[in-house]
């Protein structure tokens, strides 16, 4: 379903907004195809089936040892993707931010954030 006219204006504030507030980040945004986070998530299926097949094998043929060997292959397949998911969160500074980004806020931040205190208080 394609968005309105007003929320494709509203979305176009927002990333101008994102560009003034945080140039780097926004590149970034703009340059990640999602080809990385892909090839991981096929590793990790792959993997993940193969420890499959691995687990049944072991327990077909009664060795246990090889058993826990694909229940280990399939835990990697899943911690594959949940790491880069946690390599480039791990980028952005942690805490609070600095005390001077809530004042620059203007426009649509300031806007956003009277309409979300509004609702609340309904």
Do not use: K
């Not at 892909?38 to 246990?64: E, P």
């Amino acid at each position: 379903m394609p968005l309105s006219e007003y929320e494709q204006r509203v979305l176009d504030e927002m990333e101008a907004q994102l560009v003034s507030d945080d140039p780097s980040l926004a590149s970034s945004m703009t340059h990640s195809t999602g080809s990385d986070r892909r090839s991981r998530a096929a590793i990790g299926v792959f993997l993940g089936l193969c420890g499959l097949g691995v687990l049944v094998g072991g327990m077909v043929w009664g060795h246990i040892w090889l058993s826990l060997v694909g229940f280990a292959m399939m835990f990697v397949a899943a911690w594959i993707p949940i790491t880069s998911l946690g390599t480039r969160r791990s980028s952005r500074p942690s805490g609070p931010p600095p005390a001077s980004a809530g004042s620059s806020r203007s426009g649509l931040g300031r806007r956003l954030e009277d309409r979300w205190n509004r609702r609340n208080e309904l």
